[in-house]
Structure formats: C-alpha cells, structure tokens
C-alpha cells in the first residue's frame, strides 16, 4: 500500500514534465510557422512580380538571396498598351510581392484582382506610398503619374517603402533588405550633394521628363506633349517656340534616344533656332535601375549647368 501510494506523486511529475515538453514543441511549431513557414513555402524567397520591365532593376537593388523578380509587361512592350493574359494572371498568383506603377490600364486590372482577393499577393503602388509626392503636369492641371521616383526623395522613399515590406514578408533578410536600402540612400546623398541646381524653367519633350529634373531647379513649364495619349498639337508647339524665343524657357529638356523620332527632332530643331541647350534624360522604360538614370541625369545637369554658365 505504501509503495502505491508513494509512487503516484512520482507519475504526476512525469505527466507534468512531458506536458510541459509538448507545450514548448508546440510553441517551437508555431513560431516556425508563422516566421520561417510561409518561407520554406516559397522556397525561401520571395517571389516579386513588378508591372514594368523598367521597375525590376530597382527591386533587384533589394533582393536577397532565393528571391525572384519577374515582369508582367514583356521588355520592348509599351506597358502603357499592354494587356493582362491567363498567364500572366497566373504569376500574379503566385506571387508574394506586386510592385506597380499604379497608372497604366492593365495596373488598374490587378488592383482589381487583388481588391476581389482572386490574388492573394501583397500589391505596392507607387502613388500610393507613403512620402512620395505627386507634382502637376504644367500643360494639363492633373497629377503626373509618370515615373515619380525620378525625383531623389520619391526614390528614397519608395526604396525604403519597399524594403519594409520585403522585410515584413521574408523576416529572414529584413537586416540585408534595410542595409541594401541604407547604400541606396548613401548614394542619393552623394548625388544630391554634387548636382549643380540650374534655377531655370525648361521646355520638355513629354511629361516622363517632368520629375527627372525639378529636383535639381529645373522647371518645367512647357510641354510637347501634354499626354502618353496626346499628339502633340501644333499650338502645343508654338508655344513652346515663343516661350524660347522670348527666353521665358532657356532649356529644352529631352528623352534620350528621341532624336531619332519625328518630335525630338523638332525639339532639337528648336533648341538650335534660339540658342538653347538640349538636357538628355534616360527613358523611364529603359531597363537600367533609377539609381543609373539620376546619375545619368546628374552627369548631363552638370553639363548644361556649364553651357548656361559661359
């Protein structure tokens, strides 16, 4: 009887003991889920789907190792043009991450998809992210949705946007993302700090070249084209004409590789009727980083600002 007695103390500590493992593995099960589950799902890497080809660059500029960036508008497309296929639906679902420029048609289509839940990914607009700021395009009165984060600030403030929520979506890489957006910003300041500021008000080619250049004191008040989807009209152009010939305008300001087109040969006609120089900015649809635009921007900034100067 004594001994029976004495030993059920004995089976209740063991009981107490292996529950206590049980709760401490299931602890360890839940925190593995919810930090390191949905990454083993993936792969462990995030799976990023950007709308233009033109945007891959920059997110590349984050990504850590396993992750994936793809696009959605083929290179060579107008994304501007472009339409959404089964296929393409199908990456979106499968991915973690969406990053768009959240003005294009077909943009407009994946909000819609993922406000009806049909994809289930994370969906990032620039316009919509927090700091970015939005100017007014001079020839229509409405918001210019073309490529914000040329302007430094809007960059750095997508930049780190966007590195947040990798980091919230893969924990794992969270200091590689914020030490990736950290360089990013170092070299913002480095540009910003050696960038001649111009003070003059400008003729541009379209409104892509807009926030590529007010940054650096360049204002753009007259436009070729007022639209993406706008033909330049003959009194869009003369008005652009009078305002360089009665220097209202000492700068014209054009997207590189546009000599070639009908409209930036007038612009470099104009420019050399009154004597003005010609800024080149990189296209926004070229597939090279943002980063490499605004140092290519800066190195032309710089050299107008001597051409202005004699």
């Not at 997110?59 to 296929?87: K, M």
């Not at 008005?239 to 409209?263: H, N, W, Y």
Request: hydrophobic residues 45%.
């Amino acid at each position: 009887m004594h001994s029976a007695v004495a030993g059920r103390p004995k089976g209740r500590r063991l009981y107490v003991a292996l529950a206590a493992v049980l709760l401490i593995a299931a602890a360890a099960a839940a925190w593995w889920l919810t930090t390191k589950g949905s990454e083993r799902e993936r792969g462990a890497g995030l799976k990023v789907a950007v709308t233009f080809p033109s945007l891959k660059p920059d997110v590349e500029l984050l990504a850590c190792e396993g992750d994936t960036v793809i696009s959605i508008a083929p290179p060579g497309v107008d994304p501007h043009e472009y339409q959404l296929a089964p296929s393409d639906v199908e990456a979106l679902k499968g991915s973690d991450l969406i990053v768009s420029t959240g003005h294009a048609p077909f943009e407009t289509r994946i909000a819609d998809l993922v406000a009806k839940g049909e994809v289930k990914a994370r969906l990032v607009e620039v316009p919509s992210i927090p700091g970015i700021k939005l100017l007014t395009n001079p020839a229509t009165g409405l918001e210019n949705l073309h490529w914000p984060i040329y302007d430094p600030a809007n960059y750095l403030a997508f930049v780190k946007h966007l590195a947040e929520v990798m980091a919230e979506l893969r924990p794992s890489c969270a200091q590689a993302y914020r030490e990736k957006a950290a360089a990013v910003e170092r070299r913002l300041d480095s540009l910003l700090s050696n960038t001649p500021k111009l003070n003059v008000t400008a003729v541009g080619f379209s409104p892509v070249v807009q926030y590529a250049v007010e940054w650096a004191g360049v204002k753009v008040a007259y436009l070729l084209v007022k639209e993406h989807e706008l033909p330049a009209t003959p009194e869009d152009i003369a008005a652009a004409e009078r305002a360089l010939a009665e220097g209202k305008a000492l700068l014209v300001i054009s997207v590189k590789g546009a000599e070639g087109t009908p409209l930036g040969a007038k612009a470099e006609e104009l420019a050399r009727k009154y004597g003005r120089p010609v800024l080149y900015v990189p296209s926004p649809l070229e597939i090279a980083s943002t980063l490499e635009k605004l140092n290519a921007t800066a190195t032309e900034l710089s050299r107008v600002a001597q051409q202005l100067r004699s």
